[in-house]
């Protein structure tokens, strides 16, 4: 399944989390080292432009965040990001350069690269959004299978066990995402794809594709 793996979904260079990705076949394969690679970044963040706060939290000096906002480590708000009023980032969470969570948006557990942006009443959890992917107002990645059996990443007849019982969506760089989308446990997008408004997304959808359908994926012309 190459078109799934990490170096045909994102562009390394834009996000401070590059080392980890190394590792990796598939994206979703970091999602349990989250926590620890942040825990040590952190540490090694030059502190004249880093600040921390209390035991696990970093937060560049000219990033925005809004006093209204929460913010629970371990946590790393890289450079010029944005964090909106009732933002809610609940920990584990990368936001990268330039980036924007919006009024009432949930993060937990995710890397959001550089020039992501989630900016209305979006929860993103157990996650993995590429450079500037974009998820339209409500829309929301579901982590959690009804039966809570383990996530598989499915691909036509093709499947794959991620071993993981959360386990959300992977957004290749320049994602768009219509608001009120709801993106299935294990859901794929390839890079530069478009989803249409109030879609349920499963699955893989492939790069340079919209998506209006689970039975009608154009290609963009």
């Known amino acids: 399944m190459q078109n799934l793996t990490v170096h045909h979904l994102y562009t390394l260079e834009e ?4 080392e ?8 979703w394969e970091i999602l349990p080292s989250i926590k620890n690679f942040i825990l040590k970044l952190g540490e090694t963040l030059p502190t004249d432009r880093y600040e921390k706060k209390g035991e696990d939290v970093w937060i560049a000096k000219n990033a ?5 906002a929460y913010i629970n480590g ?15 980032i609940r920990g584990n969470a990368i936001v990268g350069k330039g980036a924007v969570v919006g009024n009432s948006t949930e993060l937990k ?3 959001l690269f550089n020039r992501v942006q989630v900016p209305h009443y979006n929860y993103v959890g157990d996650s993995i959004l590429g450079y500037k992917a974009h998820m339209g107002a409500g829309s929301i990645t579901s982590n959690v299978k009804s039966d809570k059996t383990l996530v598989v990443i499915k691909n036509g007849e093709e499947k794959i066990e991620t071993g993981l019982k959360k386990c959300g969506a992977m957004l290749g760089d320049c994602v768009e995402v219509g608001c009120g989308s709801v993106l299935n446990p294990g859901t794929v997008i390839g890079k530069n794809s478009n989803v249409y408004p109030l879609s349920s997304v499963r699955g893989f959808v492939p790069e340079n594709s919209i998506y209006k359908s689970r039975t009608e994926v154009a290609e963009k012309m």
Request: charged share 20%.
């Open 74 to 88: 371990p946590c790393i708000i890289d450079e010029e990001a944005e964090i909106r009023h009732c933002a809610f």
């Open 20 to 27: 980890l990705f190394l590792q990796a076949e598939y994206p």
């Open 109 to 111: 557990n995710v890397i």
């Open 15 to 18: 996000t401070i989390a590059s």
């Open 64 to 68: 925005k965040v809004a006093p209204t």
